[in-house]
Nanobody, 124 residues
């Protein structure tokens, strides 16, 4: 069982930056690939970024490439999402998730554990 707690969301102007953190409980954090997803009002939850168990391999949605960076610190049981050059369309609730796999995963069905989410609002 893994419990995930996100933090770092907030209100930021377009062009600004935020760094989301996701703290995980349990001693098996390094066994899981981790991902960030987001859900805007009236829309389905969508993939944002993922990282494999060691942190060597990452993958991003096209809208996040060049702006977002996912990273992890297995010693701290924490995964991060650095978001730069934010746009109003990035406004959403951001969720971190842990997959029961070691390799990068992009589908919500592949993730077993989810955090409660953190709100990110980008004003124009």
């Amino acid at each position: 069982q893994v419990q995930l707690v996100e933090s770092g969301g907030g209100l930021v102007q377009a062009g600004g930056s935020l760094r989301l953190s996701c703290a995980a409980s349990g001693r098996t954090f390094s066994s899981y690939a981790m991902g960030w997803f987001r859900q805007a009002p009236g829309k389905e939850r969508e993939f944002v970024a993922a990282i494999n168990w060691s942190g060597i391999s990452t993958y991003y949605t096209d809208s996040g490439k060049g702006r977002f960076t996912i990273s992890r610190d297995n010693a701290k049981n924490t995964v991060y999402l650095q978001m730069n050059s934010l746009k109003p369309e990035d406004t959403a609730i951001y969720y971190c998730a842990a997959a029961r796999f070691r390799s990068v995963r992009t589908n919500t069905d592949e993730y077993a554990y989810w955090g409660q989410g953190t709100q990110v609002t980008v004003s124009s």
